[in-house]
């Protein structure tokens, strides 16, 4: 469920939550030896979260990194604050292609298996044929199940 109380795409309201935490600092920066106590003091404040509206702090050290990240970009000191989308974004670190074939063809044999016994199995496999990696956790096999399509049926 998406909460969106702002106008405009996520990663844009979480990159002008952070410039307007940072922003006053950048604006007029504090008196030598006085960043220290003028970051504590946004540390301690409440912000208002971009997604929930519910009010949200943020540690010394997070709002710290904001502002040596918007002061070293001087064309877009706003974007370069906006979140990041990880590298492997939909896709599957903790499986590899074959095992989720395996988990497949092991739930087409046996579709009234709960997502543990799949789990167990799919671990017996693994630890029987190397080439088919490491063994995944139970919740990274419901979550590939789920994935697929691939409800328990009952008999």
Do not use: C
Request: hydrophobic letters at 35%.
């Amino acid at each position: 469920m998406t909460h969106d109380h702002g106008q405009g795409r996520s990663p844009d309201r979480w990159a002008q939550l952070r410039f307007a935490v940072v922003g006053p600092l950048l604006a007029a920066p504090p008196a030598p030896g006085t960043l220290k106590a003028a970051l504590t003091a946004l540390a301690g404040q409440p912000w208002r979260h971009p997604s929930t509206a519910e009010p949200a702090r943020f540690a010394f050290s997070t709002i710290e990194r904001w502002l040596y990240q918007a002061k070293r970009e001087r064309a877009d000191p706003v974007g370069v604050l906006r979140r990041k989308v990880r590298k492997d974004h939909g896709r599957r670190r903790a499986i590899s292609d074959l095992l989720t074939r395996v988990l497949r063809a092991q739930y087409d044999e046996h579709p009234s298996w709960s997502a543990q016994l799949h789990a167990d199995n799919l671990a017996v496999r693994v630890e029987e044929d190397a080439r088919l990696g490491g063994r995944p956790s139970y919740s990274t096999v419901r979550r590939v199940l789920h994935a697929h399509g691939l409800v328990r049926r009952r008999r």
